[in-house]
T-cell receptor, first 115, second 113 residues
């Protein structure tokens, strides 16, 4: 089955540590890729998205993600995390030939940043 | 705040009862989406509308689930004869069109007892 996999379910880091969250998808063809974040008690918010062009995408709050087509991956990175980055992070894919923005989400990664 | 709003935010219902959730999208967003999220999982797509037309509904979980967007503005999601397995958060989202950012609401929590 077509899917989106996030390998790390829980990540605990200290402030200033570097972050990399993995995301792999199993769709062939052209896909649109997204990372969403959900802070405690808040709604899902878009961090960044990739549709085409430069495979290194920069988003809000210092986050970036790299699309590696050969690896079917779209990993999220941040060089130095802050306590306020504590949240759940979701990778999502818009499958090929989908005209409806029907996103398929990964299972999420809970990040806890210790002050 | 003029984001996507959902009502009610929390609903506790007895098994077998019907429930309805309402979503008000961002003004002038012609696409509206419904997702479901269970604990420990990512959101799961259910259905979407382009204005008042429901363009995809094959992923609604069963025939107990239905959605409407009668005037192309707000939408309702109804679950008939609720079951305990329906307990989840129901998310609404909207966007201008394909390729644009999808904005999510805060969700409506359903607990079926």
């Amino acid at each position: 089955a077509q899917s989106v996999s996030q390998h790390n379910h829980h990540v605990i880091l200290s402030e200033a540590a570097s972050l990399e969250l993995g995301c792999n998808y199993s769709y062939g063809g052209t896909v649109n890729l997204f990372w969403y974040v959900q802070y405690p008690g808040q709604h899902l918010q878009l961090l960044l998205k990739y549709f085409s062009g430069d495979p290194l995408v920069k988003g809000i709050k210092g986050f970036e993600a790299e699309f590696i087509k050969s690896k079917f991956s779209f990993n999220l990175r941040k060089p130095s995390v802050q306590w306020s980055d504590t949240a759940e992070y979701f990778c999502a894919v818009n499958p090929p030939r989908d005209a409806g923005n029907m996103l398929t989400f990964g299972g999420g990664t809970r990040l806890m940043v210790k002050p | 705040d003029t984001g996507v709003s959902q009502d009610p935010r929390h609903k506790i219902t007895k098994r077998g009862q019907n429930v309805t959730f309402r979503c008000d999208p961002i003004s002038e967003h012609n696409r509206l989406y419904w997702y479901r999220q269970t604990l420990g999982q990512g959101p799961e797509f259910l259905t979407y509308f382009q204005n008042e037309a429901q363009l995809e509904k094959s992923r609604l979980l069963s025939d107990r689930f239905s959605a409407e967007r009668p005037k192309g503005s707000f939408s309702t999601l109804e679950i008939q004869r609720t079951e305990q397995g329906d307990s989840a958060m129901y998310l609404c989202a909207s966007s201008v069109t394909v390729g644009n950012t999808i904005y999510f609401g805060e969700g409506s929590w359903l607990t079926v007892v």
